[in-house]
């Protein structure tokens, strides 16, 4: 019963974390807008690879997640979006298949406001909502409103530009899981030409599980290529830096402006 309550937990927190939605395959969000009247379309997939040692046996996760993201420019300075996430979470205890559940997730509504601008550095707020759409009792939700903040600076001299973002997220739950969460994070992106952008990215936050003092951290790596002037497609590998963070994913994604 321990190891079903440890794999239900572990499955709530990868459904849709409440994360700054940055420019794939990045974590880490920038400070750019949209722009008045425009849309902004993203397809983000991921399929994580997990192996953890759970009462003397071998717990392994397979999980893949497609996000949607909209996001409308309401003025130059501010946007407006909406994420909807889809998941399957594949666990198996050693030979046994203990967990197998797929369908959508929460919601997660944001907004981001760019309040300061001078000689490329600039400031931004994002703050975001998500509303329990997912079915919290096969782990695809936490079955509670749950809400964030993030900070975000931007850096940029061409052809490299860097971001920082620092956060907080009220995670309500009922599986005893830590309620308040604190992430930070560092993105560096190298414009090679004006198609071809490599990206790297870093960040560490609170543990959600009150058992663990050691925090989930990561690293990715990946590049960003636009086909066209308003289409890209990206491609990261994110490795875990810390026992609690995922082993491994891959992260592909297509963005469209329009």
């Known amino acids: ?43 983000g997939g991921e399929y994580d690879r997990d192996m953890e040692s759970v009462g003397g046996l071998a717990v392994r996760e397979t999980d893949y997640t497609l ?6 420019g309401i003025t130059d300075h501010a946007d407006i979006m909406i994420g909807l996430p889809y998941q399957w979470v594949i666990v198996k205890t050693g030979d046994v298949t203990t967990t197998d559940v797929s369908g959508k997730s929460d ?8 309040f300061f601008e001078k000689e ?37 001299s061409d052809p490299w530009a860097v971001h920082l973002n ?10 005893g899981e830590r309620k308040d969460i604190w992430r930070a994070s560092l993105a560096t992106v190298y414009r090679v030409n004006r198609k071809l952008a490599l990206c790297a990215d870093t960040g560490i936050e609170t543990n959600r599980d009150k058992t663990s003092e050691v925090e989930p951290a990561y690293l990715i790596g990946g ?15 994110k490795a875990g830096l ?12 297509v963005t469209y402006r329009f």
């Open 107 to 114: 919601t997660v509504f944001g907004a981001l406001w760019r």
């Open 1 to 43: 019963m321990k190891v079903v309550k440890r794999l239900i937990a572990v499955c709530a927190a990868l459904m849709l974390p409440l994360t700054a939605w940055a420019a794939l395959p990045l974590i880490t969000d920038d400070t750019s807008t949209q722009g008045t009247g425009k849309f902004q379309f993203e397809a």
């Open 166 to 175: 620092f956060g907080y997220v009220r995670n309500e739950n009922d599986i």
């Open 242 to 253: 810390t026992k609690p963070e995922t082993d491994w994913s891959l992260r592909p994604g």
């Open 223 to 237: 590049a960003i290529y636009s086909l066209q002037e308003k289409l890209d497609i990206s491609f990261g590998v």
């Open 67 to 72: 996000t949607s993201i909209l996001t409308y």
């Open 120 to 156: 490329g550095t600039s400031v931004a707020v994002k703050p975001l909502v998500s509303v329990p759409t997912g079915n919290d009792k096969k782990g695809l939700g936490s079955g509670k409103i749950d809400y964030g903040t993030f900070f975000i600076a931007s850096k940029e």
